[in-house]
């Protein structure tokens, strides 16, 4: 039917433009270009793409599901913006679920992942750059959990990454390289155990990098007043 036909591909297009429009959004919510408490208005969105509000409010849906965006009635979408206790609450839940989320990857990763860990933490640590560092500790950690099966798992691990990437950058501001040192020996450990197959100290050594992270956090009030830092 050729109505039909052009109905579907339009659909497809619009959904090829709402995919361009979440991962230029994404990325720049999780680059700190937009940050919590901002508005994203779909009208600018739309026009920085030349399109219509339709693919726009399509990728918002699909960064509100990854917790990325939030939509508040007669205010639109915007970052989310959290305070202390939250952010204390998000990291106690990532203290439990990652550790769960590494042991069921453990069994699934093979040698090429072990080599890409290897080269991310190598560059870690040759890195002084904090918004690289920030990427590649979150590829080095997303790369363990990889080898998940279970997807509620893994997409609930990647939701509460999303919502504390702001407040890691702005910790790592705040104490700047100092105590770098510090996460790449834990991360040494958590590869140790990851290439030996070691669930129990995978685990434990995972669950105290984010703790030891938790409780740095909250020594710095500042992280939490919003705004760029």
Not at 35 to 44: C, F, L, W
Not at 72 to 93: F, S
Not at 109 to 131: K, M, S, V, Y
Request: glycine share 6%; aromatic share 6%; charged share 30%.
């Amino acid at each position: 039917m050729p109505g039909q036909t052009k109905q579907m591909a339009g659909g497809d297009q619009n959904g090829a433009v709402s995919q361009r429009v979440a991962g230029y959004l994404r990325e720049a919510i999780l680059s700190g270009e937009i940050v919590p408490g901002e508005r994203i208005r779909q009208e600018d969105v739309a026009a920085r793409f030349g399109t219509s509000r339709l693919p726009v409010r399509e990728a918002l849906r699909i960064l509100e599901a990854e917790g990325l965006t939030e939509h508040h009635m007669h205010k639109g979408a915007r970052v989310p913006r959290l305070d202390r206790h939250e952010v204390d609450v998000i990291y106690q839940m990532r203290e439990r679920l990652e550790p769960l989320a590494l042991a069921e990857s453990l069994p699934h990763l093979g040698e090429e992942q072990f080599r890409r860990l290897e080269d991310i933490q190598a560059r870690i640590e040759a890195n002084t750059d904090i918004a690289e560092f920030l990427a590649l500790d979150r590829e080095f950690h997303l790369l363990t959990y990889a080898g998940c099966p279970i997807e509620h798992l893994s997409s609930m691990v990647v939701r509460l990454w999303n919502s504390t990437q702001h407040y890691r950058r702005t910790f790592m501001n705040l104490s700047g390289p100092a105590r770098r040192w510090v996460v790449n020996a834990e991360h040494r450990l958590i590869l140790d155990a990851v290439e030996r197959r070691d669930a129990v100290d995978a685990e434990r050594y995972l669950s105290g990098h984010i703790r030891r992270t938790r409780i740095e956090l909250s020594r710095h009030p500042e992280a939490f007043e919003g705004g760029r830092v």
